[in-house]
């Protein structure tokens, strides 16, 4: 079963930057989108950005087109996800996954933006 572990979350003053991770068990992003998604205090999880095995992004929020990165190490198998800029409305619970078929959730990485 494939596990995902997300790491790299904390607490950061407006304007900061973090470096998120997800690593996966098994060689699973050859054949999956991949995305990470956040999910704040009270609202729904949402889908943030999008990246395929062979690198093709998609930032599906706006709202961090331009501030966050993500990319992708097949040989690692392991998902990134680079924040710069960042906002108190960045503040949430932040998880990978792919984008259909989902596999079980991990336990995220608390991202907390707060001076």
């Known amino acids: 079963q494939v596990q995902l572990v997300e790491s790299g979350g904390g607490l950061v003053q407006p304007g900061g930057s973090l470096r998120l991770s997800c690593a996966a068990s098994?060689?699973?992003?050859?054949?999956?989108?991949m995305g990470w998604y956040r999910q704040a205090p009270g609202k729904q999880r949402e889908l943030v950005a999008t990246?395929?095995?062979?690198?093709?992004?998609?930032y599906v929020d706006s709202v961090v087109k331009g501030r966050f990165t993500i990319s992708i190490n097949n040989a690692k198998n392991t998902v990134y996800l680079q924040m710069n800029s960042l906002k108190p409305e960045d503040t949430a619970v932040y998880y990978c996954?792919?984008?259909?078929?989902?596999?079980?959730w991990g336990q995220g990485t608390q991202v907390t933006v707060s001076s």
């Open positions: 990246i395929s095995s062979s690198g093709s992004t998609n």
């Open positions: 996954n792919r984008v259909s078929s989902f596999y079980p």
């Open positions: 098994g060689s699973i992003f050859s054949i999956n989108l």
